[in-house]
């Protein structure tokens, strides 16, 4: 059980626009930026937000996150092939003097 | 560009030790936190813990009787070590770098990950 929830799974057909969500409480998002990473199978997970809603340069601007009191989303748009991957939150707790994550969620596109 | 690269043991009977160590390529260790996180099979990242280039370590409480986390400067790497594995450890293990500067907290590099399967 992740201490972040985020939905098992989310799909989109190429150019459509699709949001992933993350909630969490008031030791993690609450309090702390919010993260998300993109893994695909058998490479070293990339980071595509920081700071709730900054990208690490060379991410392209179609991804995009916010984040409200205790629950973060990560929004795709222009959706393309290469975009399917899984994604996962991510958040400093302060409970835990820790890292915790989401569960992930597959993304597929259709 | 920054490069952690892995690597260990991957395949332990239970009760062994689990083993890995990252080096880091094109950066210093001052100035982050070096961490270990974990993904078992169909699941989430669970973080194990983290070590400061001066050796301050921090653990996963679900894990810290039996984490060690080190830290070798002369040769610009950290290490991990598990003992008593269980078949509940398998995972893909990840190192990964935290910057300590700045006010945004982020797991910034990853390693490419060492699949560490344990079994009988």
């Not at chain 2, 009760?15 to 989430?44: D, F, H, M």
């Not at chain 2, 610009?76 to 990964?96: E, G, H, M, P, R």
């Given at each position: 059980?992740?201490?972040?929830?985020?939905?098992?799974?989310?799909?989109?057909?190429?150019?459509?626009?699709?949001?992933?969500s993350?909630s969490?409480?008031?030791?993690?998002?609450?309090?702390?930026?919010?993260?998300?990473?993109?893994?695909?199978?058998?490479?070293?997970?990339?980071?595509?937000?920081?700071?709730?809603?900054?990208?690490?340069?060379?991410?392209?601007?179609?991804?995009?996150?916010?984040?409200?009191?205790?629950?973060?989303?990560?929004?795709?748009?222009?959706?393309?092939?290469?975009?399917?991957?899984?994604?996962?939150?991510?958040a400093?707790d302060?409970?835990?003097?820790?890292?915790?994550?989401?569960?992930?969620?597959?993304?597929?596109?259709? | 560009?920054?490069?952690?690269?892995?690597?260990?043991?991957?395949?332990?009977?239970?009760?062994?030790?689990?083993?890995?160590?990252?080096a880091?390529?094109?950066?210093?260790?001052?100035?982050?936190s070096?961490?270990?996180?974990?993904?078992?099979?169909?699941?989430?990242?669970?973080?194990?813990?983290?070590?400061s280039?001066?050796?301050?370590?921090?653990?996963n409480?679900?894990?810290?009787?039996?984490?060690?986390?080190?830290?070798?400067?002369?040769?610009?790497?950290?290490?991990?070590?598990?003992?008593?594995?269980?078949?509940?450890?398998?995972?893909?293990?990840?190192?990964?770098?935290?910057?300590?500067?700045?006010?945004?907290?982020?797991?910034?590099?990853?390693?490419?990950?060492?699949?560490?399967?344990?079994?009988?």
């Amino acid at each position: 059980q992740s201490v972040l929830t985020q939905p098992p799974s989310a799909s989109g057909t190429p150019g459509q626009r699709v949001t992933i969500s993350c909630s969490g409480g008031s030791s993690n998002i609450g309090s702390n930026t919010v993260n998300w990473y993109q893994l695909h199978p058998g490479t070293a997970p990339k980071l595509l937000i920081f700071g709730n809603n900054q990208r690490p340069s060379g991410v392209p601007d179609r991804f995009s996150g916010s984040r409200s009191a205790t629950s973060a989303s990560l929004a795709i748009s222009g959706l393309q092939s290469e975009d399917e991957a899984d994604y996962y939150c991510a958040a400093w707790d302060d409970s835990l003097n820790g890292w915790v994550f989401g569960g992930g969620t597959k993304l597929t596109v259709l | 560009q920054v490069q952690l690269q892995q690597w260990g043991a991957g395949l332990l009977k239970p009760s062994e030790t689990l083993s890995l160590t990252c080096a880091v390529s094109g950066g210093s260790l001052s100035g982050y936190s070096w961490n270990w996180i974990r993904q078992p099979p169909g699941k989430g990242l669970e973080w194990i813990g983290e070590i400061s280039h001066s050796g301050r370590t921090g653990y996963n409480p679900s894990l810290k009787s039996r984490v060690t986390i080190s830290v070798d400067t002369s040769k610009n790497q950290f290490s991990l070590k598990l003992s008593s594995v269980i078949a509940a450890d398998t995972a893909v293990y990840y190192c990964a770098r935290v910057p300590v500067f700045g006010v945004v907290i982020m797991i910034d590099y990853w390693g490419q990950g060492t699949l560490v399967t344990v079994s009988s």
